[in-house]
């Protein structure tokens, strides 16, 4: 019967405010959309970084001089370059590639804009060493051993540019929980109101039982359960704004070639508990500090 008579006072609590409880739901929801998202943004992050750095290379450019007339890399200069870059502890493997394979390259990626190509001839591109490294973090060291050494034009480094592309992904990923952290503020108020509307519309009841022995929790328990009930719910459309999002969206942007793609599976599991845990608990605690504020008699 008491088991009955809570679960009872919960839906009357939750139906009588409605409109607050609606609001809270939808609230609850986007904020945790929002940190889902944040979520999702690191995990993607983490796996195009080991994707990335493990393919990431230091490109050596050559000088005119060589890149004309070196085809195969066969001359002092060039082959003294190669085998100095391959004798390095740093270094992996070492590739030549001559301006007939640059511009191979070159074509390929910018194959959708001929006017660029028409533009651009194999002379325009250097022949030069792809360097990739055991260890993409201490590339530093490869290019101030290299930088204005005979022969070379230029060291160029991709792990700088991933870096910065990676900063813009960080960056987007911060205001997302930014803006996670802000609709999570916006709940917490509107559980805080409706607790506080509930309490005081049932105020002549819970008075009631109060004077004929029940316990302050015993009172106090519904108003708890409705601000869980309505976390709870507001996850569970939050885990659904995610997979509505993944499907309609992110499944044509991230589709596995530059961007890893994100699995249905990725959001059931692990962001979907944490989504689920966060708002249990942090509507619980509102709720139970609300209650010890506002509702003493």
């Known amino acids: 019967m008491r088991a009955s008579f809570v679960f009872s006072e919960v839906v009357t ?12 739901i939808l609230t609850t929801a986007v904020s945790l959309a929002m940190l889902g998202g944040g979520l999702l943004a690191v995990r993607t ?29 066969t001359q002092a200069l060039c082959n003294g370059l190669r085998q100095s870059l391959q004798n390095n502890p740093g270094v992996e493997s070492v590739v030549y590639e001559n301006r007939d394979q640059a511009y191979d390259r070159f074509k390929k990626i ?15 591109l250097p022949a030069s060493l792809q360097v990739k490294l055991k260890d993409p973090d201490r590339s530093d060291a490869i290019i ?51 607790i506080q509307v509930s309490a005081f519309t049932r105020r002549t009841e819970v008075g009631i039982m109060r004077l004929v022995g029940a316990t302050r929790w015993y009172t106090q328990l519904p108003f708890l359960l409705e601000a869980v009930v309505a ?25 596995g070639e530059v961007f890893p793609q994100i699995t249905t599976l990725e959001v059931l599991f692990p962001v979907a508990p944490i989504l689920l845990a966060v708002s249990i608990v942090i509507s619980a605690i509102t709720g139970y500090v609300t209650l010890r504020l506002y509702v003493r008699h």
């Open 144 to 194: 101030k051993q290299y930088t204005g050494q005979p022969g070379v034009k230029k060291v160029d480094d991709q792990k700088k540019f991933l870096d910065r592309v990676f900063n813009v992904f960080n960056g987007v990923r911060n205001i997302a929980f930014v803006m996670a952290l802000i609709m999570a503020v916006a709940a917490l108020l509107l559980i805080a109101n409706t």
């Open 110 to 124: 910018f194959a959708s804009q001929p006017e660029l190509l028409e533009l651009t001839g194999p002379e325009a």
């Open 45 to 73: 992050i983490d796996k195009m970084k080991a994707n990335f750095l493990a393919e990431v290379e230091v490109s050596v450019a050559l000088v005119d001089d060589v890149s004309a007339n070196d085809k195969n890399c």
């Open 231 to 255: 976390g709870t719910v507001g996850a569970v459309l939050g885990v659904v704004f995610l997979l509505l999002t993944k499907l309609s969206f992110l499944d044509t942007v991230f589709t």
């Open 13 to 24: 609590g939750l139906r009588r405010n409605v409109t607050m409880t609606i609001a809270m």
